[in-house]
């Protein structure tokens, strides 16, 4: 009894010792309101060069971040969606408007988007970061506690997770939403592995949250990743039999994770039809990005996200540098959990050198050109953890005479492992001419981890060595990715600058400039013709396309503001010279101004062009529209020629246009054209039509006072409804399986 207290109160005081980690990385959050995020790079961009600290220079590059560009909108959309108890179904601030929660990447359904629908979005993100520490830590060490490993061992594997790179500084990617989600899915997959197939169930579920949470990369990564596991953990420790009943049962878990999250996977296919998201910011796996569990993040190069398997690789060094200790000391450990563990590592290592063939030609499957290969990376950091774990907790159990042996045979496990890190070398040597100085952390760590385990010889204590190996996974974090400088105080996170306000001042759609696709303008609110998410429609895209030549046809955006340089207003818009009224001169030294002759969001036409299916689209700036329907004017009418169309509300998903007067024609409306749409005039639904190629067209019924377009898409309703049955499906086989256990 006494022995079995002293258990409960060390697994109680590691899991409050797994709060500290999520406390920490919060802590500047709650102290000050900043932003858990480094955005820095925002003020690089022009409308917010002036919130720097000091002279700027406005020559200065605007470069591709994904985080400036795409994910922090993305979050600040999201919160904003739910402060206005609206559903983010779509996104009317980028390229005249695009799907939202159809992206997938949106992360519209993560669990761990659940704080941006209830805080404030500082609060959000902290809570949000919060909650992925707590549960990386928390899954982690029951992870390893269903490993048999001991409470305080199982702490090792626990705090190590919660350090890894992408849960410290890339948080905000989608991966991060997949991290703590791993270790359950490996609990539930040993438990099927070893023949607890009523398990099936709680595996489809954890899948499905998991598909919901990373986007289509990270579900087919953590599909392959489980499969991969099933032979390999057969061959390595032989528990269970065969191969083709858990094969099934995964199978089965993954076709009901795919109905789990059909509520995601038909919009975005949907998505897929219409248009495509441009990803340049992705590298592939290369050999050499192993080198990283030996070095530094920083040694290499300034910025970690030019490599992302430093996010996940210097987590792994501790396991690593123990690796000839381990071989050495194989003989005397418990040959069950050895095994386990070996083939945990084995699957996770073979993992990621399947990535470096496989990532390739993910990426040429139609959908996944943006196939993030590091999630290939993701098992790495928990399999060299519970490497970690698994040797210090057998060396406390060494007798002096096996202590006496294991010391003896290292001199032949260091001999291969000091040719793999001349390998390493090798690799570096390729990459860069200054690689072997770069060493000398692995070597500091090295000798405070010989130093550690002398002590525990003279002293086996597993407090000791618990603590000693969590300063030095800790001090290893600090190193490679210094997590205290990623941190945006709130008054640098939206800077709310001149500039900024000269934009925001009227409230009208922008235009112009081609860097306005390097600005992410949505985060105040602002709607854009260009989408700096890397977002395109197929129709929007041939719309810019004639644009870029054509800059007057950007008034059919319904831009009435253009943000120019000096080059633009001398060359491509040059023409428009006479009707631009100069709003403002900003510090950067682009020009805002007011074009008088740009055409309202919502427009009549008493004619329409007709597209010629065999010659190419052309558009034009003025005149009747170009539409795709069977009903266009004959002629153009001068009856209701005194008729406006005028907006009343532009919200997300719901646009209400008022009529005056009585017109017929075509109503042209700047809402970028996309299925899912309806329109709505008198209770009568009536059918929308592409217009101008990229916008939204509709007739104009005699009589009809208002339009109402509200964005309803079929494909969202349809993987409602499959979502809601595979849930029931999972609910019913849960309850069975509790059943079960209650009656076994």
Same mark, same amino acid.
Request: charged residues 15%.
């Given at each position: 009894?006494?022995n079995?207290?002293?258990?409960?109160?060390?697994a109680?005081v &590691?899991?409050?010792a797994?709060?500290?980690?999520?406390?920490?990385?919060?802590?500047?959050?709650?102290k000050?309101?900043?932003?858990?995020?480094?955005?820095?790079?925002?003020?690089?961009r022009?409308?917010?060069?002036?919130a720097?600290?000091?002279?700027?220079?406005?020559?200065?590059?605007?470069?591709?971040?994904?985080?400036?560009?795409?994910?922090?909108?993305? !979050?600040?959309?999201?919160?904003?969606s739910?402060?206005?108890?609206?559903?983010?179904?779509?996104?009317?601030?980028?390229?005249?408007?695009?799907?939202?929660?159809?992206?997938?990447?949106?992360?519209?359904?993560?669990i761990?988007?659940?704080?941006?629908?209830?805080?404030?979005?500082?609060?959000?993100?902290?809570?949000s970061?919060?909650?992925?520490?707590?549960?990386?830590?928390?899954?982690?060490?029951?992870?390893?506690?269903?490993?048999?490993?001991?409470?305080?061992?199982?702490?090792v594997?626990?705090?190590?997770?919660q350090?890894?790179?992408?849960?410290?500084?890339?948080?905000?990617?989608p991966?991060?939403?997949?991290?703590?989600?791993?270790?359950?899915?490996?609990?539930?997959?040993?438990?099927?592995?070893?023949?607890? !197939?009523?398990?099936?169930?709680?595996?489809?579920?954890?899948?499905g949250?998991?598909?919901?949470?990373?986007?289509?990369?990270?579900?087919?990564?953590?599909?392959?990743?489980?499969?991969?596991?099933?032979?390999?953990?057969?061959?390595?420790?032989?528990?269970?039999?065969?191969?083709?009943?858990?094969?099934?049962?995964?199978?089965?878990?993954?076709?009901?994770?795919?109905?789990?999250?059909?509520?995601?996977?038909?919009?975005? %296919?949907?998505?897929?039809?219409?248009?495509?998201?441009?990803?340049?910011?992705?590298?592939?796996?290369?050999?050499?990005?192993?080198?990283?569990?030996?070095?530094?993040?920083?040694s290499?190069?300034?910025?970690?996200?030019?490599?992302?398997?430093?996010?996940?690789?210097?987590? &792994?060094m501790?396991?690593?540098?123990?690796?000839?200790? /381990?071989?050495?000391?194989?003989?005397?450990?418990?040959?069950?959990?050895?095994?386990?563990?070996?083939?945990?590592?084995?699957?996770?290592?073979?993992?990621?050198?399947?990535?470096?063939?496989?990532?390739?030609p993910?990426?040429?499957?139609?959908?996944?050109?943006?196939?993030?290969?590091? !999630?290939?990376?993701?098992?790495?950091?928990?399999a060299?953890?519970?490497?970690?774990?698994?040797?210090?907790?057998? /060396?406390?159990?060494?007798?002096?005479?096996?202590?006496?042996?294991?010391?003896?045979?290292?001199?032949?496990?260091?001999?291969?492992?000091?040719?793999?890190?001349?390998?390493?070398? /090798?690799?570096?040597?390729?990459?860069?001419?200054?690689?072997?100085?770069?060493?000398?952390? %692995?070597?500091?760590?090295?000798?405070?981890?010989?130093?550690?385990?002398?002590?525990?010889?003279?002293?086996p204590r597993?407090s000791?060595?618990?603590?000693?190996?969590?300063?030095?996974?800790?001090?290893?974090? /600090?190193?490679?990715?210094?997590?205290?400088?990623?941190?945006?105080?709130?008054d640098?996170?939206?800077?709310?600058?001149?500039?900024?306000?000269?934009?925001?001042?009227?409230?009208?759609?922008?235009?112009?400039?081609?860097?306005?696709?390097?600005?992410?303008?949505s985060?105040?609110?602002?709607?854009?013709? !260009?989408?700096?998410?890397?977002?395109?429609?197929?129709?929007?895209?041939?719309?810019?396309?004639?644009?870029?030549?054509?800059?007057?046809?950007?008034?059919?955006?319904?831009?009435?503001?253009?943000?120019?340089?000096?080059?633009?207003?001398?060359?491509?818009?040059?023409?428009?010279?006479?009707?631009?009224?100069?709003?403002d001169?900003?510090p950067?030294?682009?020009?805002?101004?007011?074009?008088?002759?740009?055409?309202?969001?919502?427009?009549?036409?008493?004619?329409?062009?007709?597209?010629?299916?065999?010659?190419?689209?052309?558009?034009?700036?003025?005149?009747?529209?170009?539409?795709?329907?069977?009903?266009?004017?004959?002629?153009?009418?001068?009856?209701?020629?005194?008729?406006?169309?005028?907006?009343?509300?532009?919200?997300?998903?719901?646009?209400?246009?008022?009529?005056?007067?009585?017109?017929?024609?075509?109503?042209?409306?700047?809402?970028?054209?996309?299925?899912?749409?309806?329109?709505?005039?008198?209770?009568?639904?009536?059918p929308?039509?592409?217009?101008?190629?990229?916008?939204?067209?509709?007739?104009?019924?005699?009589?009809?006072?208002?339009?109402?377009?509200?964005?309803?898409?079929?494909?969202?309703?349809?993987?409602?409804?499959?979502?809601?049955?595979?849930?029931?499906?999972?609910l019913?086989?849960?309850?069975?399986?509790?059943?079960?256990?209650?009656?076994?």
């Open positions: 009894m006494p079995q207290r002293r258990v409960y109160f060390e109680l &590691c899991i409050v797994l709060f500290i980690v999520p406390a920490v990385l919060i802590a500047p959050t709650l000050s309101g900043s932003l858990p995020f480094d955005l820095s790079e925002l003020t690089l022009a409308p917010w060069q002036e720097r600290e000091g002279d700027f220079n406005s020559a200065q590059t605007e470069t591709s971040s994904e985080l400036v560009q795409r994910y922090f909108p993305w !979050y600040a959309f999201l919160n904003e739910a402060s206005h108890r609206r559903f983010p179904l779509w996104n009317p601030y980028e390229g005249c408007g695009i799907p939202f929660l159809a992206l997938w990447r949106t992360r519209v359904f993560s761990f988007s659940l704080p941006l629908y209830v805080f404030p979005l500082a609060a959000a993100l902290a809570v970061v919060f909650l992925k520490s707590a549960a990386a830590g928390l899954f982690a060490y029951f992870a390893a506690r269903k490993f048999q490993f001991s409470p305080l061992l199982a702490l594997a626990g705090f190590g997770y350090l890894t790179g992408i849960l410290l500084i890339g948080h905000w990617q991966v991060s939403d997949v991290v703590p989600l791993l270790p359950l899915l490996l609990v539930a997959m040993q438990q099927l592995l070893l023949g607890e !197939y009523r398990i099936t169930a709680l595996l489809a579920l954890l899948l949250i998991t598909g919901l949470a990373g986007g289509p990369d990270g579900f087919i990564a953590i599909s392959l990743f489980l499969l991969l596991l099933i032979p390999v953990y057969r061959m390595r420790t032989r528990e269970g039999e065969g191969y083709i009943a858990p094969v099934i049962s995964l199978l089965l878990a993954t076709g009901v994770s795919l109905g789990l999250a059909a509520v995601q996977i038909l919009p975005y %296919a949907e998505f897929l039809k219409f248009g495509t998201l441009e990803d340049n910011y992705l590298p592939l796996i290369k050999l050499r990005d192993f080198a990283f569990i030996l070095l530094s993040p920083r290499v190069t300034d910025s970690i996200q030019a490599n992302g398997a430093a996010l996940w690789l210097p987590t &792994c501790i396991g690593f540098l123990l690796l000839p200790l /381990w071989v050495s000391m194989r003989r005397f450990t418990v040959r069950i959990r050895k095994r386990r563990v070996e083939a945990l590592l084995i699957t996770s290592l073979l993992f990621a050198l399947l990535g470096m063939l496989l990532t390739a993910l990426r040429k499957v139609h959908g996944l050109s943006f196939f993030d290969s590091h !999630y290939f990376f993701l098992p790495l950091p928990l060299f953890l519970f490497l970690t774990a698994t040797t210090a907790e057998e /060396w406390l159990h060494l007798n002096l005479e096996h202590c006496k042996i294991v010391l003896r045979r290292m001199k032949y496990a260091l001999l291969p492992f000091l040719a793999l890190s001349f390998l390493v070398a /090798w690799l570096l040597a390729r990459h860069t001419i200054q690689a072997i100085p770069y060493f000398f952390p %692995a070597a500091v760590f090295c000798v405070l981890l010989l130093i550690l385990f002398i002590i525990t010889l003279l002293k597993a000791w060595l618990v603590a000693g190996l969590c300063l030095l996974i800790a001090g290893n974090a /600090w190193y490679s990715y210094r997590p205290g400088n990623h941190y945006t105080p709130p640098q996170a939206i800077p709310d600058t001149l500039f900024v306000k000269s934009l925001c001042k009227e409230n009208i759609r922008i235009s112009g400039t081609e860097k306005l696709a390097q600005w992410p303008l985060i105040h609110g602002i709607s854009q013709s !260009y989408s700096p998410s890397g977002i395109l429609l197929h129709r929007m895209k041939e719309f810019n396309q004639q644009a870029s030549v054509n800059p007057e046809l950007l008034r059919l955006t319904g831009a009435g503001q253009l943000v120019l340089t000096k080059r633009d207003i001398q060359e491509r818009f040059s023409r428009l010279r006479p009707v631009l009224n100069i709003q001169v900003l950067s030294g682009a020009v805002l101004l007011r074009d008088l002759n740009t055409h309202p969001l919502a427009r009549i036409s008493f004619a329409g062009r007709t597209l010629d299916p065999d010659k190419t689209a052309m558009l034009r700036p003025s005149g009747p529209p170009l539409v795709e329907t069977d009903y266009i004017p004959a002629t153009t009418s001068d009856t209701g020629k005194n008729a406006r169309a005028q907006i009343a509300s532009f919200a997300s998903d719901e646009i209400v246009i008022r009529l005056e007067g009585s017109p017929t024609g075509i109503l042209v409306v700047a809402n970028s054209w996309y299925p899912g749409w309806h329109a709505q005039s008198n209770g009568q639904e009536i929308l039509f592409p217009a101008d190629i990229a916008f939204q067209g509709v007739e104009l019924l005699k009589g009809s006072q208002t339009f109402t377009l509200t964005y309803r898409p079929a494909s969202f309703t349809l993987g409602l409804y499959i979502s809601a049955a595979a849930l029931f499906l999972v019913v086989g849960m309850l069975y399986y509790v059943r079960s256990i209650k009656r076994g």
